[in-house]
Nanobody, 115 residues
Framework: QVQLVESGGGLVQPGGSLRLSCAAS????????MGWYRQAPGKQRELVAA???????NYADSVKGRFTISRDNAKNTVYLQMNSLKPEDTAVYYC?????????WGQGTQVTVSS
């Protein structure tokens, strides 16, 4: 069993920054195959950034150069540093972990970019 708890969302002006955190607990041995997705109103959930099963990073084209995924393996925590935020980044951000052939999701954290 895996539990994911996100934090760090909020309201920010365009051009601002936020950092999201996702703490994993349960039967977790690695932060590989773990990352962030987002879902805006009326849109499908999409990948934002993730560590692959091999430990590499993968980013959506729309966030490359602005967002950075990082991790603290000792804490089983993954972070998403979001800079130069745009209104189109507004969404609920979900932490995801692929573990033993299934997806686990956090409860989501709202990020709103607006002036």
């Amino acid at each position: 069993q895996v539990q994911l708890v996100e934090s760090g969302g909020g309201l920010v002006q365009p051009g601002g920054s936020l950092r999201l955190s996702c703490a994993a607990s349960g039967s977790i041995f690695s932060t590989n195959a773990m990352g962030w997705y987002r879902q805006a109103p009326g849109k499908q959930r999409e990948l934002v950034a993730a560590f692959t099963s091999g430990g590499n990073t993968n980013y959506a084209d729309s966030v490359k150069g602005r967002f950075t995924i990082s991790r603290d393996n000792a804490k089983n925590t993954v972070y998403l540093q979001m800079n130069s935020l745009k209104p189109e980044d507004t969404a609920v951000y979900y932490c995801n972990k692929w573990f033993k052939a299934r997806d686990y999701w956090g409860q989501g954290t709202q990020v709103t970019v607006s002036s």
